[in-house]
């Protein structure tokens, strides 16, 4: 069934469309390029569902105002998600919006374990059970995710491994949580230990390391943007230690569902710690007839094993004929070691949406907002050689005469940029950057 294409809707149900194109869903703060809605060119599909709404409208490279969003039902009685334009457009255009509603909690959808479950059970109609991913919820509570399925060719394995990649995870039907973060740097405090075994449970013992997959500095490319199919940001670190003992090793990791900076760093920290080392796993026979499944974790020890302590279970399988069970557990072998930030960079995609200027009274004010036209508080605005450190609503003010000034914005997570402003001492309004 994984291997089956997604079941997307496509345009062929419109009967006005020249070409068969998937219509999308859309999750989290995404940007998306619509689809002609209307043979004029003024209505166009944002997705084929509802949407949290619309944050901005780019038409032809230079953002608009006027048009409006809607969600509603289309010639077959789906739920759409729409705009109109009052001009239509020469070129191109691109919505940033916010997507899918949870359709069991409310709210924008953005948790990676929710996003798994609605792409199985909603759209791929696999018999999964939202509570099959509670644990899974909770593990990736602050993380965020945000994306577009619009590819009609994709199957829901290819889906799914984009969704598990991004959020450092294993997932599977065969497994019954679905999904579990992978690889841990060790068991989580709220997880439970499913068995004990030591020498006297453990027979036909076998350890092996493997070193394929040592990686001494690791890559993870984040912030996919749809509407152009490019990644926006990317965060890399290396291991010192493991640098001078194996040798420069790279390998990139792309998480196009991660959206910050932060939950990409969190990511490749805890993946190069894991694997700037070798990885060790151990299989061993147990007459303790016990359902663990994979996943889950035990308590190890063997003095012929390299491995002990509370160890994840990569497999498990219960042989009745000879009453016994053959479980493997894995594990990263030595002391978790140092890593240290290489760099780390994130574009403003959209620059004419960055930065805001109003003037009044000699005083000009400075709003610096991302991508999203959300504050991007905490971003540093420099004119003139003074800087000020933008407050919680993204603004930092100057005291400044009437004239033209570079004015250099510089944020965590972000490349500086330097943007040329002409401030008139008649402006009372927004300005946008030249």
């Not at 999904?179 to 006297?200: K, N, R, W």
């Not at 890593?339 to 009274?361: G, H, K, M, N, P």
């Not at 603004?395 to 943007?419: K, R």
Request: net charge negative.
């Amino acid at each position: 069934m994984l291997t089956n294409p997604i079941p997307l809707r496509s345009t062929a149900e419109w009967s006005f469309f020249d070409r068969i194109q998937a219509i999308p869903h859309v999750y989290g703060k995404s940007s998306v390029a619509p689809l002609k809605y209307s043979k004029d060119g003024l209505e166009w599909a944002i997705a084929g569902h509802s949407i949290d709404g619309v944050d901005s409208v780019i038409v032809d490279d230079v953002i608009t105002n006027t048009y409006q969003h809607t969600n509603r039902a289309d010639n077959t009685g789906q739920q759409i998600a729409t705009i109109r334009l009052r001009k239509a457009p020469s070129n191109s255009i691109v919505v940033n919006c916010r997507g899918k509603i949870d359709p069991v909690i409310g709210g924008l959808m953005t948790n990676p374990g929710r996003i798994i479950w609605d792409v199985l059970a909603n759209i791929g109609s696999v018999s999964v059970l939202i509570t099959q991913l509670d644990q899974f919820i909770l593990d990736t509570k602050d993380i965020e995710f945000a994306g577009v399925l619009d590819d009609a060719n994709a199957t829901l394995r290819s889906v799914l491994d984009d969704l598990q990649r991004s959020a450092g995870a294993a997932a599977s039907l065969g497994i019954p949580k679905i999904a579990v973060l992978y690889p841990q740097l060790s068991m989580p405090t709220d997880h439970y230990i499913h068995g004990e075994f030591d020498v006297l449970d453990i027979t036909s013992l076998s350890s092996a390391a493997s070193v394929d997959n040592i990686a001494t500095v690791m890559r993870v490319n984040h912030a996919y943007n749809w509407s152009v199919s490019e990644y926006g940001g990317s965060v890399q670190y290396k291991c010192p230690s493991a640098i001078d003992k194996y040798g420069r090793i790279e390998r990139a990791i792309d998480a196009p569902w991660l959206v910050t900076a932060r939950d990409a760093a969190n990511l490749c920290q805890r993946l190069l710690k894991y694997y700037a080392r070798p990885v060790f796993t151990s299989t061993f026979n147990t007459s303790k007839i016990n359902n663990i499944p994979s996943s889950a974790y035990i308590s190890f020890s063997h003095p012929y094993s390299p491995l002990s302590g509370n160890l994840f279970v990569k497999n498990s399988e219960i042989d009745l004929f000879n009453s016994e069970t053959q479980i493997t557990v894995e594990s990263a072998y030595g002391p978790q070691p140092t890593v240290a930030l290489e760099y780390t960079s994130t574009r403003f995609v959209d620059e004419t949406t960055q930065l805001f200027i109003s003037y009044r009274d000699g005083i000009a004010t400075f709003t610096v907002r991302d991508d999203f036209g959300d504050p991007l508080p905490g971003a540093i605005v420099t004119v003139n050689g003074e800087s000020r450190i933008a407050n919680a609503s993204g603004e930092a003010s100057f005291v400044l005469a009437p004239g033209t000034y570079n004015i250099v914005i510089s944020a965590d997570g972000y490349i500086t940029q330097t943007v040329t402003q002409t401030i008139s001492a008649s402006s009372g309004i927004s300005l946008e950057p030249e």
